[in-house]
Every structure is written in structure tokens, then in C-alpha cells.
């Protein structure tokens, strides 16, 4: 399919992150200013809680179609887990060739672009220097090795080195970027024989909460004993006692500069990298008396006006109960189109399910589900568009397909301005149902609504509920079919005929029809089976089941109630004599049988046949009787006929 503008991918964790969401604010602002769209591929997390659950958010990267794209931005460093981010380059690799940007982690196979952490850190520590006149500062950094880590380590030399303090590397130490190493640290500083530094200046907000604690724990207090400093500023550190003086990872600027740098890639044209760093945000675990929570407040009022996560956490939020009670797949779409409400007005919501998303007929012995990659065909049973009110313009059709390779159908549709797609995963642990696309249009909102990822789990889990009660219905269903199907020949058993023959009856009754009913009995049957097994036998049994339904027509019905024995019951003829016809019907296709199968014996029946008003029988055994009494007499003529003799062969043995 044509598109009308370029499209840009972004290939990521959890983008509601503070770190993701920053970078996809400054990118899509850029992106849109140059007039591409931006399809946004993520899992909803990047930690690994729950392996299963893990592997079915990673699925989501097998749903990209490369060739659509013309550009791609790889964050690596949010995909890291099991080693997903290597094999997502290696599909990039292998698939794409044009540019590709990989954002904060270096790559010999891509562009580059990079957060100015240095700047930042060099803000913080020198603002200890400057403001508090400190000069015994400790440093935890993250992960050895890691380039945030590293990168934040080099701005804490260089403020030393700008301020001639000389550089003490006993007074360094290596966390995780989370909560875990603050004791570690803590202890060892009270271990040395010095007196315990001014500051510990940390390189995330995590660890320094998780140094705040263990300092607390020992009696000391912050700042008064020992100033303690952040990075990132994150709502956990901005809202701690005391506040913790951080700040914000310039994030934006480096989304811009990315989509500038993709922008002369596309286009040959120059790129001029002019990176920005960010103000600090001042709190009182370093000394200052500023409150960091009024600033994430002023912050945060412009999207938390447009967030419907009060309405959605609420008590009366019935979503997930109302959706797990749906049984029919489009009275579930209909209900899910009224709780887009609780994502706000977006501008689009779709939901995409793979062929057979609920593999109808599995049991425990059959659980081949589909846990890779997404059918090559699939359907889009929901869209809505234009706000979360705008039920004018909901389009439910469980029908409607498309090819997975267009990826969905709205890509290429003409719009005046560009846009940004959210594709994400549908699934239950690593059972793949399909994926969700949420846009604000041209909005530069970073991500979609904070409940957004929770709001898609009751997704998961109701769409879970609607498959197991689904595949209950139809494994009921056709246990029943079962119990009134003979296996051998697909028609209806003697079960079927005891159980619908009386309404058979009355409906021919109703409508003012005549009754007729034509009996079979195979001949030779146990002959067929001695001589030549019963693999022959039980191919003569389904020829004469097929020659039953081949003239089994609307208002029909035909029953194998025996090992040999067959009836037709219907209300279409209109005289014997078309009875007679149907009749010869059946044995003219059984001859067409013997002259083309090239078996060893001859398949025949003998009929006997009734015509009548239903009117004059209560049941269906006074008509049977009389059809069977007439298809005993063709039975006795067919042997005096044949003279068949088990010691004489009708045709001989080959």
C-alpha cells in the first residue's frame, strides 16, 4: 500500500517511562515539524517480573514490517533483558537498509546519538561546591561499564577538576541504577577510617533514596550530617523526605537532535548537533529549603488534565468485570469501544487479532497456540476514532481483515498532519491474541495515558475469558454434534434419530408437507468385511452414507441407525413416483462407485420407501415399519436375484 508521508519507527520499552517519555516528547516534536508520521513499537514494560508475560510483551517486535519504514530509532538500553536487545539488532540487521539511529547505547552497525549526561552531573556537583561549600564528595555511579554510568562518573571528575578539588577514587563507588547497593555504599564509607564525606552526590534518584535510607538507619540526617543529591528526577525522588535535589535527564533535546539526525540521513542533508542540558531541580537533601514536588506539580498539569486515571482507578470502574462476562466476540468489542472513555480522547484506538487468536477446539492435549510471531492475515474487530465519546464513529466487524504486512489499514490513509502510532502487545502470558494501536493524532503527547498499560492487561485477561468460554461453548458443542454424528460417515447416528426425528415430524406436519421416508440395507455387508477386511467394509459404509446425502436436500435429513442400515426422512416429493426417483438416485450413485472404484466386490442397498400425511401418525415408527416391510421384500428379491452364496464370489478375487 501507498503511503502519503514518510514513517519513521521507534523501537522501545515501556515508553511511559520518565527517561522514554521524555526522549519520544522531544522526537515526536521534531518529527512532526519535518512532516514524518512515527510508529512507536513497545512492550509495556522492561523489567522481566514474569517470564512468560515477558516473552509474550517481546513478541510484539516480530509484527514490524521493515520494508514499510523509513527510518528507525533504536533504544536499546530499554530492551536489554535476556538479551532482547541483540536480537532485535540482529533483525534489524538482517531486514533493514536504511538508516537506523540507536539512541544512548553505541553501535558499530548504527548511527549514534547521545544523552550530554556530562553537563548535568557537572551542574550538581558543582552546585555542592559552589552553593554549600563542600569539598569531601563521594560519588555512586550505576553499572560498571555501563555508558550512562560512565558518562555520569566523567561529569563528577570534570566538576572537581573545574573547581582544582582533587580527585579521590576510594571516594568512588559502582551501583545499579535501583535501589539495592545503597546499603553497600553506606557501610563501606563508615568502614574507611576517614571521617564520613560532606555529600554522596549519586548518578540516579533510585540510589540515592536508597543511600538517603541506609544513612537514616544509622542515625544520621539529611542534610544536616550528610548532603545526598540525585540524577533523573523521577516523581520517587521529588517526593521523598527529604526532597531530593536531582535533575531532569535532558532526554527531550536528545529526541530532537535524533530526529534531526534521521532527518539529514533521509535526506543528504547536514546535520549540526547542537545538544542542550537541563536545569537542575533543587530539593532539600542537599542543604536548600525548595520544595521539588511544586515543580513536578506545574510540570505535569498540562497532560494531567487530559488523564482519565482517576476515573479508571475509581471504585466504580466495572471495566474488567463488565468485559469478562461477554460471551459473543461482538458484544465484547462494543463494550470494550464504551471504556476507550478511560484512555481519554484519544484521537485512535484499534485493536488487531491474529486468525484463530482463540484456537477453538484446544484442549490439554492439543495446546499448539500461537506464542511467535502474528498470523499473516488478520483482523481489526475494533476501531475507534475521534475521542473517547464519539461513538459515531466506532466500526465493529469482527470481519474485517487485512494483510499483517500493512501492519494497519490507517498508515496509509491520507491525513493533513503527521501522526504517531503506539503498537503494542496483546496477549496472555506467551500466548499472542495480537496488538493494540493508540494515537493522539498530531498531538506531541509523549505516550499514551498513565492507566493505558493497565487498562490494556484487563484487555488481555478478558480477551483470556472470552477465549476459554468460546472454546467451552464450541467443545460443547461438538461433544453434542458427537453424540448424535456417526464418526465413520458424518451423517446423523441412531442417538440423532431417536432425538430429532419427532420434530422432524411435526415441522414437515406444521408445514402442510407429505412424509416420506426411504430405508436402506446394505447388502453383503458381512461378506465384504470376512473377505476382505474391514478397511473394504468400512469404505462400502461411508459409499452408501455419501450416496444418501447426495439426494439429501433442504428438509431433508438422513441417520446411519445401524451397522448397515439407513433412513432418509424428509418433506419435499410430491407424489411416490418422485419418492421412486430419489430412490434410483441413490442406486445410481452407488453403481457410479462400483464402475470407478475398481474394488474386488459390488456395493449396493436394498429400499424400501413410504409416502404419506404426516397427519395420520403420532410417531415416526408406523411410517419406518412400512418402509422397512417393503425394503425386506427388495432384500429377499436382491438374494434371489444375486443367488449369492459365501462360497461363490459375485466377482472374483483378484
Known sequence: MKKFRKLLGVIMGQPDAPYQAKLLSGLLEEAFSLNYDVAVFSTFTKDKNSQSWYDGELNIFSMINYAALDGIFFVPDTLRIDDADKKIEADII??????????????????????DDIQNIKKIISHLIEVHRLTDIAFMTGIKGHPHATNRLTGYYEALIEHNIPIDRSRVFYGDFWYNKGEEVVQALINDSRPMPQAIACASDTMAISVCEALKARGYKIPEDIAVTGYDSIEAGINYVPGITSSDIPADDTGKRAARLMHSLISGTKFVDDPCGAEIIIGKSCGCSKNPAEEMRRRQRSWQDNDASGDFNSTYNFMLESLISEKDLEKYMHALAWYTYYIGNNTMFCLALCNNWDNLGETDLNLQ????GYSKIMSLPLRKMGGAHAVENTKVNPEFTFELSDMLPMLYERRPKPTAFFFNPVHFNRRCFGYSVFSYGDSTASTYPSCYSQWVKYVCVSLESLRRQRNLMYLYKKMEDN?????????????????????ILKSIRDKGENLIVILGDMNNLKYINDTFGHIEGDFAIKSVAEAFKSVCGKNMSCFRIGGDEYVLIGGTASSEEEVDKISSSIMRCLKIVNDTADKPYSISVSIGSFFGSPDEYDTIEKPI?????????????????????????RKAEP
Open 625 to 649: 415399519a412400512i418402509a422397512d416391510e417393503k425394503m425386506f421384500k427388495a432384500k429377499q428379491k436382491f438374494k434371489k436375484d444375486e443367488n449369492f452364496d459365501y462360497r461363490k464370489q
Open 369 to 372: 497456540y500461537r506464542k511467535d
Open 94 to 115: 538482517k531486514s533493514f537498509k536504511k538508516p537506523v539511529i540507536s539512541v544512548d547505547i553505541e553501535s558499530r552497525q548504527f548511527t549514534n546519538i547521545f544523552t
Open 483 to 503: 453424540a448424535v454424528t456417526d464418526l465413520l460417515t458424518g451423517i446423523y447416528n441412531r442417538n440423532g434419530f431417536n432425538l430429532y426425528t419427532e420434530d
